[in-house]
């Protein structure tokens, strides 16, 4: 893994991560308790016709969404609220219909924004309205899962679902700015808190040495969810996508690929749970799965899959894969994975803590046994 280069800078107790794609840079603040500078952030983008904020139920529940109204309201921009069902399948064609429908119908134009407050689902499909409603209107991310802080908030990848087919439709926006709060993971639920440090670990363990013995000497710490080391951790895995991100935005060159450690395990996996199974839990197992590949083909040895474990058990995470999922299924639904090409298997495998490559080519014959 290259030293990570992201321009970060600390103010107060805010940490700012610039992602660098020329007129298409914005930053990342992350803080504790700083969900009301939201409406300072939104000022630097002014004219602004009116702030659309699409957020879930939950989060409305919890006063967040009112919070980021008011705070955006206090600078003079007109706030449109709306709110949706929770749950991945409002990341579908009929969501997207409607809420194109209501933007039209409150008159939202090109000088408007669409801020996203919420987890990777109201994210995703509000960065695809935005993307798609007026040819394209400006967009923003609040996000309030550890997933979608560490993860689905930065780098652009905005969609929805087709019936039978996950993010099938979408479109690269990147976003105005990014703002995350750690205070407000206090309120997660625990399995979504660990779908959230799934990807954490797995940034860890194939990217990033330093994070990985972070996480290591402060599981008591992240298992409690202290803001503290949330805010170190959260900066942590931001800095290390937008380094990526900067360096591969479309994922053209081979290096963004590498942000899917685990991931052509998990999407096997995830499938045959009909989705049950949260993604960073999926993603979890499936590193694990990959780490037990790459022991086999002699990329690291016994001591980094023991390593991996440890952490993974130590922040209740699971290593092991659950029943209900069948192995041969697992390897057919892999072959169709969007990284496979002619049958044969694709994954990012780990080369040390920290360091991984991408392996083409694998004969499916290798997994057949299992791992
Ligand atoms: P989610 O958006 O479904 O949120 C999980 C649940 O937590 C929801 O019920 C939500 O209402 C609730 N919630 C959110 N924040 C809360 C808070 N602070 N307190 C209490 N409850 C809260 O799930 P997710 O894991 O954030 O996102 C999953 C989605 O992200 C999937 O659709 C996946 O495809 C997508 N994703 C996208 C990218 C990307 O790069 N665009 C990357 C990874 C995942
Ligand atoms: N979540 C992987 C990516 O953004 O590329």
């Not at 924004?113 to 993307?131: E, P, Y």
């Not at 800095?239 to 590498?258: H, S, W």
């Not at 057919?332 to 969007?338: A, F, G, I, N």
Request: glycine letters at 10%; one cysteine or more.
């Amino acid at each position: 893994m290259n030293p990570i280069t992201a321009e970060s800078i600390t103010m107060s107790d805010l940490q700012i991560i610039s992602v660098s794609l020329g007129n298409r840079s914005y930053d990342i603040e992350a803080g504790s308790e700083n969900l009301e500078h939201i409406g300072s952030f939104l000022t630097a983008f002014k004219p602004i016709s009116a702030a659309v904020i699409l957020t879930d139920e939950n989060i409305v529940q919890q006063g967040y969404a009112h919070r980021v109204a008011e705070s955006i309201a206090e600078t003079g921009i007109d706030v449109h609220l709306l709110s949706i069902a929770s749950g991945e399948q409002s990341k579908s064609i009929e969501t997207t219909a409607t809420l194109w429908e209501t933007l039209l119908e409150e008159g939202i134009d090109r000088k408007s924004v669409l801020i996203s407050v919420g987890g990777g689902v109201i994210g995703d499909l509000g960065g695809f309205v935005a993307a798609t409603y007026a040819r394209g209107i400006r967009f923003f991310q609040v996000p309030t899962t550890l997933l979608a802080q560490v993860d689905s908030s930065v780098g652009g990848k905005v969609g929805i679902n087709l019936p039978n087919a996950k993010n099938m439709v979408g479109a690269f926006l990147q976003p105005l700015g990014v703002l995350i709060d750690t205070k407000i993971l206090q309120t997660l639920p625990e399995t979504q808190y660990q779908s959230g440090l799934g990807e954490v670990v797995k940034y860890g363990a194939s990217l990033d040495a330093g994070l990985f013995q972070l996480l290591e000497t402060n599981t008591e710490k992240i298992n409690i969810r202290d803001p503290n080391i949330l805010k170190q951790i959260v900066t942590d895995c931001c800095r290390i996508k937008a380094n990526i991100v900067a360096e591969d935005e479309f994922e053209t060159t081979g290096r963004r690929v590498l942000l899917n450690y685990g991931h052509t395990f998990a999407h096997a996996f995830e499938i045959q749970s009909n989705f049950t199974l949260l993604h960073g839990l999926a993603v979890s197992i499936g590193s694990i799965c990959a780490a037990k590949l790459a022991v086999r083909m002699g990329f690291v040895n016994e001591i980094f899959l023991k390593r991996q474990i440890g952490l993974q058990q130590a922040l209740g995470l699971p290593t092991e894969i659950p029943e209900g999922i069948d192995w041969l299924q697992t390897i057919e639904l892999m072959r169709h994975d969007k990284k496979s090409e002619f049958g044969k298997l694709c994954f990012v495998l780990p080369t040390g803590i920290g360091s991984c490559r991408l392996v083409d080519n694998i004969d499916s014959q290798l997994l057949e046994h299992g791992l």
